[in-house]
């Protein structure tokens, strides 16, 4: 199994920046793709960005939503099982608890794992 543990919400101003943190731990290297989600108030859960075809020899390639592309970037870290979240130019919309989603294949068949979720909120 792999686990999740999401870290770095809190408040911002409008412009601002803030950086989120998903450690994972487990059957690490069964890991394909890292994703970053958000679930608003009221709203449906939606993809944010992520990071696809991880391997031991490739980094990945990573996509974003529109909504946030060229303020947000994903990254991650092998040494530290990490992926980072950096949203900056932050606005009151990205207000959301943001979630960690990790797709493996400790097998042949691909399995999930998600994080608490982490609380952004964003004033004007």
């Known amino acids: 199994q792999v686990q999740l543990v999401e870290s770095g919400g809190g408040s911002a101003q409008a412009g601002g920046s803030l950086r989120l943190s998903c450690v994972a731990s487990g059957m690490i290297p069964s890991i394909t793709a890292m994703e970053w989600y958000r679930q608003a108030p009221g709203k449906e859960r939606e993809l944010v960005a992520g990071?696809?075809?991880?391997?031991?020899?490739?980094?990945?390639?990573?996509h974003y939503a529109d909504f946030v592309r060229g303020r947000f970037t994903i990254s991650r870290d092998n040494a530290k099982n990490t992926v980072y979240l950096q949203m900056n130019s932050l606005k009151p919309e990205d207000t959301a608890v943001y979630y960690c989603r990790a797709i493996y294949r400790p097998v042949d068949k691909p399995l999930e794992a998600w994080g608490q979720g982490t609380m952004v909120i964003v004033s004007s």
């Open positions: 990071i696809t075809d991880i391997s031991r020899t490739n980094y990945g390639t990573m």
